[in-house]
């Protein structure tokens, strides 16, 4: 339906496994409010890429979090750690933040060695009375935040094409043949096609106090990232954070090629404090969270056109085109590489810049494409399981790549030859073919060739 949470206040380092489980850990909660008298102990398993690369990302502190009744937006570093400290060093776990029961981490939080077959990012929730189960629901998180259960999972993946006539009172914008389709129709660009999609569900004021609030936060995790109370990123890595350094240069010297380096600063501080656990916006995931806003602080301080009011259309741009990946092919790393995660930000974020610039629906979405073409088979390989190599470099890799693509297709005059909707197709079917290894499991590619290594 609304688009709005492609944008969701969340926290690091992954929005696939450590919001996902938050969120699914909640909905069990939900579930397991009628059973709470009776309830003496929970069971959790962990599966496919939730379980390879749980640890780094943590899964398994996000599921504690979010079996406490917690939700991403009342978390705070103290909170976690107190959270995390009853847990594993009292056995102690509040369920729903009402009932304290016995909590063994070792015993409780499996980390299953094998996939579900519906999904890379299944869990299992299991509560127990003193005999027997007595509640047992299997989660999915697909990617960006979004969870659902099986049985969602079931009807989403295997539903026919059905439109109720609800649905029929509607604007139906499934993909970019779509949008440039009703744009031209009603003299729109993708920004005014979004606001109206949008006022099918929200208030205007509900829509534009939504993306202020978005841009703020995105602005005050950059804030956060280029002052950090921590030199080092948590993790086996012992990753030393740049972006205070870089920062400290970059305003001491005016360089040739400072724009650059901008760009890379903003993104390169925003993914450290992502890595970090911190509270981020997924953009439209949090391993790709820092592409987005890394382009619109170029534009704020190195432009004459950027305001308030062009930053709520950019999101509202970029959420739209967001909306295609996340109907027709996939926004989780688990899934398809990180040509869903950083590819499909830098897509988002190139068309938002293109309207931003005055391009037309048709325009803003070559854009989009350029910026996706050249993202394709990128693969998922964090080194030691955790979103830092190559995830940071990337996001900045991802923010230069999207404002070229965005000059690209305004400039250009010739027709292209590939169209958005054919390029996100593509981007889904070279997911599906690739290895394993290498969507998010640790199992290849750099995690294993540097991971021996460190």
């Known amino acids: 339906m609304s688009n709005l949470e492609i944008f969701k206040i969340g926290i690091g380092p992954s929005s696939s496994h450590t919001l996902g489980p938050l969120v699914a850990a909640n909905k069990f909660c939900e579930n397991l409010d009628p059973y709470l008298d009776k309830l003496s102990h929970i069971k959790v398993q962990l599966f496919g890429s939730l379980s390879l690369t749980g640890r780094g990302h943590l899964s398994d502190k996000a599921v504690i979090w979010g079996l406490c009744g917690l939700s991403a937006s009342e978390l705070n570093a103290n909170l976690q750690e107190e959270i995390i400290s009853l847990a594993l060093k009292q056995n102690i776990i509040k369920i729903c933040g009402k009932k304290q029961i016995s909590f063994n981490y070792d015993n409780d939080i499996i980390f299953e060695d094998k996939f579900l077959k519906l999904h890379e990012n299944g869990l299992v929730f299991s509560a127990f009375d003193n005999q027997s189960e007595i509640l047992k629901q299997t989660f999915y998180s697909v990617g960006g935040g979004f969870v659902m259960s099986e049985v969602e999972l079931k009807s989403y993946l295997f539903r026919k094409e059905e439109v109720t006539k609800n649905d029929l009172a509607l604007m139906q914008v499934n993909n970019a043949a779509d949008a440039v389709k009703i744009c031209e129709q009603n003299g729109w660009d993708l920004a005014e096609l979004s606001l109206n999609y949008e006022l099918q569900f929200h208030s205007l004021d509900t829509i534009k106090s939504y993306c202020s609030k978005i841009w703020e936060t995105m602005q005050g995790v950059y804030a956060s990232g280029i002052n950090p109370k921590d030199p080092n990123l948590p993790g086996v890595l012992n990753l030393h954070r740049r972006a205070k350094g870089l920062y400290a240069r970059l305003y001491a010297n005016d360089e040739p090629m400072a724009i650059i380096d901008y760009i890379s600063l903003y993104a390169i501080a925003i993914a450290e404090e992502n890595a970090s656990g911190a509270k981020v916006v997924t953009a439209p995931t949090n391993g790709a969270c820092a592409v987005i806003p890394a382009v619109m602080l170029y534009l704020k301080n190195h432009t004459q056109i ?55 629906a048709s325009v803003a979405c070559g854009a989009a494409e350029i910026a996706m073409e050249h993202h394709l088979g990128l693969t998922c390989d964090p080194v030691g399981g955790l979103v830092q190599i190559p995830c940071i470099e990337r996001n900045a890799f991802g923010a230069i790549k999207a404002i070229a693509a965005a000059r690209m297709a305004i400039i250009r005059k010739s027709t292209p030859r590939v169209g958005l909707d054919e390029v996100i197709k593509t981007m889904y079917e070279t997911g599906k073919d690739m290895n394993s290894k290498y969507k998010e499991t640790a199992l290849g590619g750099l995690a294993i060739n540097v991971g021996s290594v460190c």
């Open 306 to 360: 950027f305001s308030e009011e062009k930053a709520v259309k950019f999101l509202l741009t970029a959420m739209m085109i967001g909306s295609f990946y996340k109907k027709n092919a996939s926004i989780s790393g688990a899934e398809a590489g990180c040509q869903a995660e950083v590819g499909s930000a830098s897509s988002m974020a190139a068309g938002a810049m293109a309207t931003i610039y005055g391009a037309n």
